[in-house]
């Protein structure tokens, strides 16, 4: 099956820096890439979906300011938490949606702590 | 997108079927039933879809009612490695609508 990577796996850094997660679609070519943060015993929320070559969505009360998204390719997007709070810290997981293909994959997510 | 309705918990003795309902009410005709599990601290991992009729794969089967307003997900014979939270999501089919959008889920124990 498709497979979806993100790196880092998990990241620690301090309250004001920011930090970049990259999505990558390893075997296919995703036009449509998702992004979803996870706290603690919580579901999924979307937070963004994000086409190759045009500006992200963001659903609503996300700060797009705050969480950049560049899909520059078909096989990578990227999520950068710009000065990052403690409140910020959470569990980062991305999705990929393959052109012909109704299942959207899922990648092993991030966990972000910021101290 | 439709909401979907999902019992918090169940449980399951290992080795027995485990059947976790969902109620969508609301869904279109156009509306496709998905299940998705995760497993603690991994992404969420495909199941299963369909849209009218029943789907059976390697790991589940899927029972949707004639009326399309509700549905049950089969796992024939649990497995301790079963335990996860199950998700029942209802999604559009056509272009702009391929967002999954995640309710709070079914968390399946299954018990030696």
């Known amino acids: 099956g498709a497979v979806v990577s993100q790196h880092p796996s998990w990241v620690i850094c301090k309250s004001g820096t920011s930090v970049k997660i990259e999505c990558r679609s390893l075997?296919?070519?995703?036009?449509?890439m998702f992004w979803y943060r996870q706290f603690p015993k919580q579901s999924l929320m979307l937070m963004a979906t994000?086409?190759?070559?045009?500006?992200?969505?963001?659903e609503q009360g996300v700060e797009k300011d705050k969480f950049l998204i560049n899909h520059a390719s078909l096989t990578l997007s990227t999520l950068t938490v710009t000065s990052a709070h403690p409140e910020d810290s959470s569990f980062y997981i991305c999705?990929?949606?393959?052109?012909?293909?109704?299942?959207?994959?899922f990648g092993p997510g991030t966990r972000l702590t910021v101290t | 997108d439709a909401k979907t309705t999902q019992p918090p918990s169940m449980d399951c003795a290992e080795g027995r079927a485990a059947n976790l309902p969902c109620n969508h009410s609301?869904?279109?005709?156009?509306?496709?039933v998905y299940w998705y599990r995760q497993i603690h601290s991994q992404g969420p991992q495909y199941i299963i879809h369909?849209?009218?009729n029943n789907e059976t794969n390697e790991m589940a089967s899927l029972i949707i009612t004639e009326d399309r307003k509700s549905s049950t997900l089969i796992l024939p014979h649990a497995t301790l490695r079963d335990t996860a939270v199950y998700y029942c999501?209802?999604?559009?089919?056509?272009?702009?609508?391929?967002?999954?959008?995640f309710g709070q889920g079914t968390r399946l124990t299954i018990n030696p």
């Open positions: 075997d296919f070519q995703a036009t449509t």
């Open positions: 369909g849209l009218k």
């Open positions: 999501i209802v999604r559009g089919s056509s272009q702009g609508a391929q967002k999954l959008v």
């Open positions: 999705s990929a949606d393959g052109s012909s293909s109704y299942e959207q994959y």
């Open positions: 609301t869904i279109s005709g156009n509306e496709y």
């Open positions: 994000s086409n190759e070559g045009s500006k992200a969505t963001y």
